[in-house]
Nanobody, 118 residues
Framework: VQLQASGGGLVQAGASLRLSCAPS????????MGWYRQAPGKQRELVAT???????NYADSVKGRFTVSRDNAENTVYLQMTSLKPEDTAVYYCNMRRMIRGTWYDYWGQGTLVTVSS
């Protein structure tokens, strides 16, 4: 199963973008969906996650600007990004996680590039 992310692009500072991500085939019982990012020369970091109960968690750097949401029927996770800053420039990866017989399984997307110019 592969996750397919889309919505990245080149924008100016202050602009908005919406990322979306869905699996190539249906994944049942996804517990957590989320987004991570990796800027050039840096480690991958958590951006935002959302649980099946719709509890959310955000990196401090994006709180108040980014909103994560999910559509369980469509197996899709979204990331609405507003007031983008140059430091948000990174490859954004979506992640879906589920537990099967006590073991967590992670699924990752191929990444979508977000470039914010000043």
């Amino acid at each position: 199963v592969q996750l397919q992310a889309s919505g990245g692009g080149l924008v100016q500072a202050g602009a908005s973008l919406r990322l979306s991500c869905a699996p190539s085939t249906t994944i049942f019982s996804i517990n957590t969906m989320g987004w991570y990012r990796q800027a050039p020369g840096k480690q991958r970091e958590l951006v935002a996650t959302i649980t099946i109960g719709r509890g959310t968690n955000y990196a401090d750097s994006v709180k108040g600007r980014f909103t994560v949401s999910r559509d369980n029927a469509e197996n899709t996770v979204y990331l609405q990004m507003t007031s983008l800053k140059p430091e948000d420039t990174a490859v954004y990866y979506c992640n879906m996680r589920r537990m099967i017989r006590g073991t967590w399984y992670d699924y990752w997307g191929q990444g979508t590039l977000v470039t914010v110019s000043s």
